[in-house]
């Protein structure tokens, strides 16, 4: 059997999320990427469906969060409407259902691109794929030219075109449906995650401070350029570094007090503060203040030397 390269993988995980953050149909293809990746991924979760003979509790489990939400949505559209058309209703609440399917096919590419597959590296690869469309979209507002000859090879529609036309001088336009303040929205929550990930050990953001400074600075740009709903998002960015700032003082102080056996219950303070932040792999996320991590050994916490200098 002939193994398949990682790298290969890995492209295909770029190239599938970023159809999935920016949809498009070409014009020479009947259907858009998005309809072509959600037909993968219902293949892919058959297939897996044949081999395992079971699906996860946990996949049944949301599948009837969401189809119970989606009902919801549904009868509450008709009540408020006064109508029992549920056509529209229907049609959106599908499409929701068949972009679960995209992302189970997008997943399961990321688990063999990856090894092992953490949160860590599915959040850069979403940066990566905004860093991407960053670039296009500057590539489009430099050369307008550019952004006429990708127009003409994708379906759009009349509002679609209306908007480009007397936008496209002023604001930044990528590759896909999602532009100008639903891009802002994009820029500004891949501007959160890359600040996560930069004090996450294990990141290439972690590791390498001078790419931080340079993604972080284009995301700013581009959301600025794209709408002015990116400044809402550099207010909370703010009030975001300063909760990820708190974090980090009480880190240092949970750090003194296990340090000096001030705190052994196993309800103390440490359990209570750093329960829900550290890795499946049990060291500290708030490394990068201080020399020594907190980890847990059989229901106890300790104190250990920084392993990821």
Request: hydrophobic letters at 50%.
């Amino acid at each position: 059997m002939i193994a398949i390269p990682r790298i290969v993988f890995k492209v295909a995980v770029l190239i599938s999320l970023f159809l999935y953050f920016f949809p498009f149909q070409l014009k020479i293809l009947p259907l858009s990427n998005a309809r072509i990746l959600q037909i993968l991924g219902a293949v892919c979760l058959f297939v897996y469906i044949i081999y395992k003979r079971k699906l996860s509790k946990r996949i049944l489990y949301y599948a009837a969060i969401g189809i119970f939400i989606f009902m919801i949505g549904v009868v509450s559209t008709s009540i408020v409407n006064h109508s029992m058309q549920f056509d529209f209703a229907l049609t959106k609440g599908l499409y929701i259902i068949f972009y679960s399917f995209e992302m189970f096919f997008i997943v399961s590419l990321m688990k063999c691109a990856y090894k092992p597959f953490t949160i860590t590296k599915a959040l850069e690869v979403v940066i990566w794929v905004t860093l991407i469309q960053a670039i296009i979209s500057l590539v489009f507002f430099c050369w307008p030219n550019s952004l006429d000859a990708y127009n003409s090879l994708i379906v759009i529609d009349d509002d679609y075109t209306e908007k480009i036309e007397g936008l496209n001088a002023f604001r930044l336009t990528g590759i896909g449906s999602v532009q100008f303040a639903n891009s802002a929205v994009h820029y500004g929550i891949a501007l959160w995650v890359l600040i996560l990930l930069y004090i996450c050990p294990g990141s290439i953001f972690y590791k390498n401070g001078y790419v931080f400074s340079c993604v972080a600075p284009l995301f700013c740009i581009c959301g600025i350029l794209s709408a002015r709903t990116f400044f809402i998002f550099l207010l909370l960015t703010m009030v975001y570094i300063v909760y990820i700032w708190y974090i980090y003082m009480v880190y240092i102080y949970g750090i003194y007090m296990v340090h000096n056996n001030k705190a052994i219950s196993s309800n103390n303070f440490c359990r209570s503060y750093f329960g829900n932040i550290f890795n499946s792999e049990g060291y500290g996320c708030c490394g990068r203040l201080v020399d020594g991590v907190i980890c847990k050994y059989e229901g106890r916490w300790f104190y250990r030397d920084f392993i990821y200098k």
